[in-house]
């Protein structure tokens, strides 16, 4: 047996830290904690701005670096740096990936990310890597984006309270309705699908002017979704 050493004695915690719990108490307590944070910060989007975390941090940390729609493209990996430096604290492939799928016109009825280079085809081949490609903020992104500094929205603090962040985006475009929404949390999940901005803006102002319209009735607005890929 190995003589034992003073090192040795001082990986042992000291009695005062041991803190005797229910394993059954706090699988309970832990697992619901957990279910919380996949449901409302990974996994399913905010239903006022149709976006997950990830998707939200990209498109202002595009707007924060003034990537938009009348200035030049920028490196993928430099937008992806941004986010990850400034909101999202995560690897940079989740980054990467949500924007490529922004970009994607067979991924999203209203592409959100205007990209420049290879970002994969509807047949299945891969993007490039985000060191070829470019990107800049379409202009229905930046239409969600609007007014955002002008008291419309909360914020919070970003990962470590250097910077603040949206809690939602100020859209006006229903963005759930018109991309859709897929995600599997815990206990739950979300497959909406997408449908034709016109047909969704007729059938709202419909709702307006008659709150308490039927189903049926909307469905003359709104006939059916609308896929990107027909």
């Known amino acids: 047996m190995a003589e034992e050493t003073e090192n040795d004695n001082n990986l042992v915690p000291a009695n ?9 108490d706090q699988m309970k307590s ?3 904690d957990y279910s919380m944070s996949v449901i409302v910060s990974r996994a399913l989007p905010d239903a006022r701005d ?18 938009t729609s009348g ?3 920028k490196k993928s990996a430099r937008i992806v740096g941004d986010v990850l430096g400034k909101y999202h604290p995560h690897g940079d492939s989740s980054v990467y990936d949500t924007m ?3 970009a994607q016109d067979w991924s999203l009825r209203y592409p959100l990310v205007d990209g420049q280079g290879n970002y994969g085809s509807i047949d ?13 903020l379409k202009k229905i992104a930046e239409e969600m984006l609007s007014d955002i500094n002008k008291d419309t929205v909360d914020f919070q603090n970003n990962f470590d309270d250097s910077l603040q962040e949206p809690t939602v985006l100020p859209t006006r475009i229903p963005n759930l309705l018109v991309n859709g929404a897929s995600g599997i949390a815990v206990g739950m ?3 909406m699908a997408p449908h034709n901005l016109s047909e969704v803006i007729d059938g709202t102002i419909a709702f307006i002017d ?12 709104i006939k059916g979704p609308d896929f990107p890929t027909g």
């Open 16 to 24: 005062d830290r041991i803190i005797p719990i229910n394993i059954e």
């Open 50 to 67: 149709g976006m997950k975390p990830v998707h939200r941090r990209v498109l202002y940390g595009m707007l924060d670096l003034g990537v």
């Open 124 to 136: 299945g081949d891969p993007p490039a890597a985000m060191r070829y490609t470019e990107a800049r």
């Open 30 to 32: 832990a697992y619901i």
């Open 71 to 73: 200035k030049p493209y």
């Open 189 to 191: 999940a979300t497959n």
């Open 100 to 102: 490529v799928r922004m």
């Open 210 to 221: 008659n709150r308490d319209i039927e189903v049926s009735e909307l469905m003359q607005h």
